[in-house]
């Protein structure tokens, strides 16, 4: 049974910069996609970025593309989330999630997706 642990959370100031993890065990993640995703309070669940099992197809949702960049190094079965340039609306809890699907896929819609990380706040304050 795949499970995904996220790390890196924490409280930074606007314009700051974070480092998020998902290390997975119980499976190689070599085919599954992975998404991240956010949850503000109050607010729906949405998707921030996805990757490929491959490392060659990514997607970014709007708000974040060109300040966040997911990576991924399936030698250490773990998939990365580098958030740059943070806003205090980035603000919420990150998961992620795994999808097993061809090598070549991703998506950033949440339904395909059905192993979950706990997850890890992310707090963007002065």
């Known amino acids: 049974q795949l499970q995904l642990v996220e790390s890196g959370g924490g409280l930074v100031q606007p314009g700051g910069s974070l480092r998020l993890s998902c290390a997975a065990s119980?499976?190689?993640?070599?085919?599954?996609?992975i998404g991240w995703f956010r949850q503000a309070p109050g607010k729906e669940r949405e998707g921030v970025s996805c990757?490929?099992?491959?490392?060659?197809?990514?997607n970014y949702a709007d708000s974040v593309r060109g300040r966040f960049t997911t990576s991924r190094d399936n030698a250490k079965n773990t998939v990365y989330l580098e958030m740059n340039s943070l806003k205090p609306e980035d603000t919420a809890v990150y998961y992620c999630?795994?999808?097993?699907?061809?090598?070549?896929?991703?998506?950033?819609?949440?339904?395909?997706?059905?192993?979950w990380g706990q997850g890890t706040q992310v707090t963007v304050s002065s």
């Open positions: 119980g499976s190689t993640l070599d085919y599954y996609a």
């Open positions: 999630a795994a999808w097993r699907v061809f090598q070549t896929v991703c998506s950033i819609w949440p339904a395909p997706y059905n192993y």
């Open positions: 990757i490929s099992g491959s490392g060659g197809q990514t």
